[in-house]
């Protein structure tokens, strides 16, 4: 909740402070922009290779592809120029039919192991691996816990499986504490 802390300017200006205790409570997330060279082929991948559909939001004034990824969330493309992506920030996508995703990729070879580690099982049972698309944009894509059972047991003898979650040996383990 915003609460107003009164008018302090000498330009008589309204400023609004927020006391300690407000909070603004999240959701959920609605949409994540990725920035690209070639919009075709980059909103390809994940409409053809991940079967993100694509959104009619009208007119826009630059290159740009809205993607449906469920029925809260969209990923948002636009072809502008922004620097190269980061090399370990990402987003995620559980995907359902994890393993005929996962070789499609490997089929693709766009398979990634230099940023976060090979591909791994989560404590909860959850398998991971990470690819780049074809702006070089990282995505994670997990499997559901309760398909654990179904994973195709010969990608755990890939040669990219790393078993365990990632460790960063950096032995820094600080978390944000409020």
Same mark, same amino acid.
């Given at each position: 909740?915003?609460?107003?802390?009164?008018?302090?300017?000498?330009?008589?200006?309204?400023?609004?402070?927020?006391?300690?205790?407000?909070?603004?409570?999240?959701?959920?997330?609605?949409?994540?922009?990725?920035?690209?060279?070639?919009?075709?082929?980059?909103?390809?991948?994940?409409?053809?290779?991940?079967?993100?559909?694509?959104?009619?939001?009208?007119?826009?004034?630059?290159?740009?592809?809205?993607?449906?990824?469920?029925?809260? +969330?969209?990923?948002?493309?636009?072809?502008?120029?922004?620097?190269?992506?980061?090399?370990?920030?990402?987003?995620?996508?559980?995907?359902?039919?994890?393993?005929?995703?996962?070789?499609?990729?490997?089929?693709?070879?766009?398979?990634?192991?230099?940023?976060?580690?090979?591909?791994?099982?989560?404590?909860?049972?959850?398998?991971?691996?990470?690819?780049?698309?074809?702006? +070089?944009?990282?995505?994670?894509?997990?499997?559901?816990?309760?398909?654990?059972?179904?994973?195709?047991?010969?990608?755990?003898?890939?040669?990219?499986?790393?078993?365990?979650?990632?460790?960063?040996?950096?032995?820094?383990?600080?978390?944000?504490?409020?």
């Amino acid at each position: 909740m915003l609460q107003y802390l009164g008018v302090n300017s000498p330009s008589g200006r309204i400023v609004i402070a927020l006391s300690k205790s407000a909070t603004m409570p999240t959701t959920r997330l609605h949409h994540v922009t990725l920035m690209c060279d070639d919009l075709q082929s980059t909103a390809a991948f994940y409409h053809r290779e991940l079967g993100l559909q694509p959104l009619d939001k009208g007119m826009l004034d630059y290159p740009g592809c809205f993607l449906r990824i469920n029925a809260d +969330q969209e990923l948002h493309l636009a072809e502008m120029e922004d620097g190269s992506p980061s090399f370990r920030g990402h987003f995620c996508l559980q995907v359902k039919n994890f393993n005929r995703i996962f070789w499609r990729m490997h089929a693709l070879d766009i398979l990634e192991t230099s940023a976060w580690g090979k591909i791994r099982e989560l404590p909860n049972g959850v398998i991971q691996f990470y690819v780049r698309d074809p702006a +070089q944009n990282l995505v994670e894509l997990t499997s559901f816990p309760e398909d654990r059972e179904a994973i195709d047991p010969s990608i755990f003898a890939h040669p990219f499986w790393g078993g365990t979650p990632y460790q960063s040996g950096l032995g820094d383990g600080r978390k944000y504490v409020p």
